[in-house]
Nanobody, 127 residues
């Protein structure tokens, strides 16, 4: 059973940076795809970025490309979302999620099939 614990959210002014962390527990074997999602009040959940833990390949949504970076630290079983040049429209609850899948289903904006979710961490960007 995979468990995910996010941290690192907070309040920041526009133009600032935050780094979110997602600690992964209970992961076994390979083929784990990790994703970051966000949901703002009154809006649908949006996929932000993915990383395939076996080879580190990443995908970042166009809406945040060039500002957000996803990475992993295998020794700590942790996935990060580095968020730079934050904008008020980035304000949302951010969630990390995981699924066991092949690499092709962990990229290209395929956001479905995630079985495991963290509790979320709030990011608030003020203008």
């Amino acid at each position: 059973q995979v468990q995910l614990v996010e941290s690192g959210g907070g309040s920041v002014q526009a133009g600032g940076s935050l780094r979110l962390s997602c600690a992964v527990f209970g992961f076994t074997g390979s083929y784990l795809c990790m994703g970051w999602f966000r949901q703002a009040p009154g809006k649908e959940r949006e996929g932000v970025a993915t990383i395939y833990t076996s080879d580190g390949s990443t995908y970042v949504a166009d809406s945040v490309k060039g500002r957000f970076t996803i990475s992993q630290e295998n020794a700590k079983n942790t996935v990060y979302l580095q968020m730079n040049s934050l904008k008020p429209e980035d304000t949302a609850m951010y969630y990390c999620a995981a699924k066991y899948t092949g690499r092709s289903m962990c990229s290209g904006g395929y956001w479905g099939g995630y079985n495991y979710w963290g509790q979320g961490t709030q990011v608030t960007v003020s203008s």
